[in-house]
């Protein structure tokens, strides 16, 4: 006889209180949303479309990255003189790709390659297309506009909810 859990859907273990993240949105305040509500990933919508999903892992690569070439360049360059003695015009300065993050947008880090299922999906293959993919989250949309996550942690709770009630009989 399948447990009950062979039984769950998409819609039966997703979180459907959404947070949401725009496009244009400044990076490092999607960072503090996800700090703060102490969430991973957050589905990136455009009109109400769901056009992209930007993660914590995102953010951190975007950063990394950045301070990695601030590592490389000297800020303070100066070519004084030519053995000619021409002069050259000062430079424009370099501020630092560790100030540039503060420019990022959302879309600057997002992946719009997103995992999605209706909410009807039977909750084992939502898992399937986790492990296949690697991802951590599947984003569920109606008329491609999302209406909840299903994340590695709603599966663990199911997972935790089978072998609690196993252990019961």
Do not use: Y
């Amino acid at each position: 006889m399948p447990s009950a859990a062979a039984k769950l859907t998409a819609a039966d273990v997703m979180s459907r209180a959404l947070v949401l993240a725009r496009p244009e949105q400044d990076l490092l305040e999607v960072e503090g949303v996800l700090f703060e509500r102490r969430i991973s990933g957050l589905p990136v919508v455009e009109d109400g479309k769901l056009i992209g999903v930007v993660s914590a892992g995102d953010v951190a690569r975007v950063q990394v990255f950045m301070n990695s070439l601030d590592g490389q360049v000297d800020d303070n360059q100066e070519w004084s003189s030519q053995a000619d003695g021409f002069q050259h015009a000062e430079p424009p300065a370099f501020h630092g790709f560790r100030e540039m993050i503060a420019k990022f947008k959302v879309r600057d880090a997002m992946n719009d390659q997103v995992l999605t299922c209706a909410p009807g999906t039977p909750l084992a293959s939502v898992a399937e297309q986790m492990l296949a993919e690697r991802v951590h989250r599947v984003i569920v949309v109606e008329q491609g506009k999302p209406v909840g996550i299903v994340s590695s942690l709603d599966l663990v709770k199911v997972l935790a909810d089978q072998l609690a009630t196993a252990v019961e009989k």
